[in-house]
Nanobody
């Protein structure tokens, strides 16, 4: 069974910093893109930052220059370092990962190793920024 789990959320004052972590576990062959999304109260979930397997990063304009996404491929983890936090950053933050798994069914059927991609979401961690 594979899963991703976030941690690091909490209460922080505006202007402060917070670091979120996300770790994938289970029988994972490899991980492609990893990303952080967030869902503010009463709003839809949006992409915050994404990092590819090679380390290329993308950021939402709202967090550009304040947030930094990074990954540790050996630990199957991704982190989001948040600085200069604003009240508007308050949201449930979700980890998302494209997990590359061995496709045992296809392997058994076709007689050759095969992989499949499973896009997986964490349960979320709440970040509350107070004024």
């Amino acid at each position: 069974q594979v899963q991703v789990v976030e941690s690091g959320g909490g209460l922080v004052q505006a202007g402060g910093s917070l670091r979120l972590s996300c770790a994938a576990s289970g029988s994972i062959f490899d991980i492609n893109d990893m990303a952080w999304y967030r869902q503010p109260p009463g709003k839809e979930r949006v992409l915050v930052a994404r990092i590819t397997s090679s380390g290329e990063t993308y950021y939402a304009s709202s967090v550009q220059g304040r947030f930094t996404i990074s990954r540790d491929n050996e630990k199957n983890s991704v982190a989001l370092q948040m600085t200069s936090l604003k009240v508007e950053d308050t949201a449930v933050y979700y980890c998302n990962a494209d997990l590359l798994l061995v496709d045992h069914e296809k392997w058994s059927r076709d007689g050759a190793p095969a992989l499949k991609t499973l896009n997986t979401w964490g349960q979320g961690t709440l970040v509350t920024v107070s004024s």
